[in-house]
């Protein structure tokens, strides 16, 4: 049998993405260090699953 090589396969699976953001914001996330992609997803995670979003003003100013 052939070994696997690379990393395992995720159960949650994500999607690569190109976002234009503040150069602020992406300075305090690259400032702590390696893994800052994962800590912006994490900072992100809870305003996509509150379920509010047709009250959200974030949302709003989209439009």
């Known amino acids: 049998m052939k070994a696997l090589r690379g990393r395992p396969k995720s159960d949650s699976k994500k999607l690569l993405v ?11 996330f690259r400032s702590a260090g ?5 800590r912006m997803d994490g900072a992100l995670q809870p305003l996509a699953t509150r379920g509010e979003r047709e009250a959200d ?7």
């Open 18 to 28: 190109s976002t234009r953001n503040s150069p602020g914001v992406v300075a305090y």
């Open 34 to 38: 390696e893994g800052w992609p994962s």
């Open 57 to 63: 003003p974030l949302i709003e100013l989209r439009s």
